[in-house]
């Protein structure tokens, strides 16, 4: 099971940095991403991180937001600076042991995910 955390209310041009904690698991068999879903939009990819430590992101969050994990933690981070209020979302992790680099961005293509975290970024 995932657990993501960290989420909250920030100012425009703000940081906050979640966390994606596994239990029953280790999170050092997986590749993990992170997506974002805005109400009344669908869920859309936000970071991935795959067992290499080799990372991807969205053009949108590109040079914002960093990713990161330690295995030794059972723990992946998005660290999230110069925050937008089109960042606003619920916030989930997401693993899968197999997933290729090429379907990353692929929601359906991951087996477990957490419950989600709110982040709400006011102008």
């Known amino acids: 099971q995932l657990q993501a955390s960290g989420g909250g209310l920030v100012q425009a041009g703000g940081s906050l940095r979640l966390s994606c904690v596994a239990s029953g698991r280790s999170l050092s068999g997986y590749h993990v991403g992170w997506f974002r879903q805005a109400p009344g939009k669908e869920r859309e990819f936000v970071s991935g991180i795959r067992l290499s430590g080799s990372t991807m992101y969205s053009d949108s969050v590109k040079g914002r937001f960093t990713i990161s994990r330690d295995n030794a933690k059972n723990t992946v981070w998005l660290q999230m600076n110069s925050l937008k209020p089109e960042d606003t979302a619920v916030y989930f992790c997401?693993?899968?042991?197999?997933?290729?680099?090429?379907?990353?961005?692929?929601?359906?293509?991951?087996?477990?995910w957490g419950q989600g975290t709110q982040v709400t970024v006011s102008s």
């Open positions: 997401a693993a899968d042991r197999s997933i290729i680099m090429s379907t990353m961005k692929a929601p359906k293509e991951y087996d477990y």
